[in-house]
């Protein structure tokens, strides 16, 4: 029984340490000068291969010319895309002027 408790705390152990949350990031012009955030959610069906309402990045900023575009994966979207089984996969844009 103590083996069994051991070998499962360490594939525990192993998903945790092999589960990762993706991050893309992109400057645009010279980067963020206010530090201004705007987050939208891009909702996405079976495992992300079909894209359901994606947000554009460009009408998040706005008239700005120097801002960053996040784009993540978040522990929240990974909880979320493993309670669907992967049949929704959201991700969380972020716009920051």
């Not at 705007?38 to 900023?61: C, E, F, R, T, W």
Request: charged content about 10%.
């Amino acid at each position: 029984m103590k083996k069994f408790l051991t070998s499962i705390a360490v594939v525990f152990a192993l998903s945790l340490m092999m589960s990762s949350c993706y991050t893309y990031t992109y400057t645009v012009g010279s980067g963020p000068k206010t530090g201004m955030e705007i987050k939208q959610m891009n909702h996405y069906l079976i495992y992300g291969l079909a894209p359901v309402g994606v947000s554009d990045p460009n009408v998040m900023a706005g008239d700005a010319k120097d801002y960053s575009i996040t784009i993540k994966h978040t522990f929240i979207d990974g909880l979320i895309n493993a309670i669907t089984f992967g049949i929704y996969s959201p991700t969380t844009t972020i716009v920051t002027k």
